[in-house]
């Protein structure tokens, strides 16, 4: 009997062992797919297309541009804020200037605010965390598109929010950086070797 019950543990503890041990490996794709179904950190969602009509409510959008790390680019947004029907999609540009004598490559990130929001908030197309080459004095236009889920509206911890801010930092890309030489004084960059790089001519 005893070495029965002995058994019985034993199965139970190498089931509890297996299953912690299957958590773990998952815990990285379970925070990336947290990280993405609830905007945690304002991460904007990317996903799906807005849904046929207006919903009759509105709320205001604004555009923030910034560069980082010494990038020789003028960056922009097109418009500074656009007021936009909550599940109604909506195209918007940004653009930006070299101003150096030389290409440069760039990365961007971005964010929204306030952070709560960014649940609600789809992008369906976007330039961010693609390498950009900007040919020297060139010029080049970023689109995007995105949509506000009604939702927002009715969810009492949102329900407040009247604006939304969308912000895009450019970064040197990591190759752009080392080809350069100025690696050490380039500040945060992005990319590597296997990063798409469209081309923007002059």
């Known amino acids: 009997m005893a070495a029965r019950s002995n058994s019985v543990v034993a199965l139970g503890l190498v089931g509890v062992i297996a299953g912690m041990g299957g958590l773990a490996f998952a815990s990285v794709r379970l925070y990336r797919m947290f990280c993405a179904a609830t905007g945690y950190g304002g991460t904007p969602q990317v996903g799906p297309q807005a849904g046929p009509g207006a919903s009759g409510r509105f709320i205001t959008v604004r555009f923030n541009a910034d560069v980082n790390g ?85 969810d009492p911890h949102t329900r407040d929010v009247t604006e939304i801010t969308l912000s895009y930092t450019f970064f040197h890309s990591l190759n752009d950086a080392s080809r350069t030489g100025a690696l050490a004084k380039a500040g945060p960059h992005i990319g590597g070797p296997d990063a798409q790089r469209p081309v923007a001519t002059p």
């Open 70 to 154: 010494g990038m020789p680019w003028r960056f922009e947004a097109a418009q500074a804020a656009l007021r936009v029907a909550l599940g109604d999609e909506h195209p918007a540009f940004y653009q930006a200037r070299n101003l150096a004598a030389t290409a440069v490559t760039g990365v961007s990130t971005y964010n929204v605010t306030p952070e709560k929001a960014a649940q609600y908030f789809h992008k369906t197309q976007c330039f961010c965390f693609n390498e950009q080459t900007i040919a020297a004095h060139g010029e080049a236009q970023f689109p995007l598109s995105f949509w506000v889920d009604p939702a927002i509206a009715t």
